[in-house]
């Protein structure tokens, strides 16, 4: 590796792009949480308890029946996971766009987002483990009260949590869900490899206008929306896996894997079974990435013009 591509790998420019991409994260997570909340209620309740119920409704229910507190349980340590892990993807992933040669291509940005998202994947996974069983507090309160089993959380924050789930669950509970996460890298791959293509496009021919905040949104939607619907029965299994399954009707043995929860889900309740939750899961991770990536470009806009009137570093590449 020549010494000025390692320069680039610890520059300005990967820092920039990773705090405005855990920044923006920060800011749309915080805006649609209640509606991740209900994505998670769906994938992991039983299917009978809001059965054709809209997403609208279920936010009711869920404030009518738990109180408006449901709807933010577990938000500081969501919050502080997804700092951590897009930190953690978007250096890597400009680390790698530094250190590729040749010029930007579709495949190529497929595999660094993959690449970047196994990265990622690797070293975040615990805190998502936390956070998920954290959210759904109340879902094992009532699994409990109507006689099912469910997940005894014992602990209140991101730090608290791994040191119980290590105790007592040793490294496979903290790393509980890491292969349907590791073959779900494939979701911020697309993403990235959709939003980078069409930004590409938007920017082609050396125009030097900058493209408005609502495009940013809208093509950082599209990515999104591709990317989860290609990828949502894998999300599924990823949640269930993550949170200890607490389904009676799947009835599901301890040490279930990837491969026999999908087939599980098909055989006892069809294909709608592995899309359930699929309509709260959009409005939730498109908006969510939307507002993301137009917060992201302007951070990192805004930091490089503060870097750049201070004649600290070169321009930022995107």
Known sequence: M????????FSYQSWVHAVSGSAGSVIAMSAFYPLDTVRSRLQLE?????KA?????ILRNLIDEEGFETLYRG??????SLCISNFVYFYTFHS????????????????????AGVVNVL??????VVNTRLKMKGLGQHAKHNGSRGTDVQYDGLLDGLQYIARTEGVRGLWAGAIPSLMLVINPAIQFMVYEALKRRLTAGGTAKTPSAITFFSIGAIAKMIATVLTYPLQLVQTKLRHGNTDRNLNLPADVDTVQMLL???KRQGVAGLFRGLEAKLLQTVLTAALMFMAYEKIARFVTSLLLSKGGVTAVRH
């Open 46 to 50: 039983e299917p009978e308890r809001r």
């Open 75 to 80: 938000l500081v340590p969501v919050l502080e």
């Open 53 to 57: 119920l809209s997403t609208w409704r």
């Open 264 to 266: 599980i889900i098909l």
């Open 2 to 9: 020549s010494q000025s591509k390692l320069k680039q790998v």
């Open 123 to 128: 070293t975040t996974t615990p805190c998502w």
């Open 96 to 115: 790698l766009k530094a250190l590729r040669n040749g010029g930007q291509s579709a495949l190529g940005d497929l595999l660094l987002g993959s690449l």
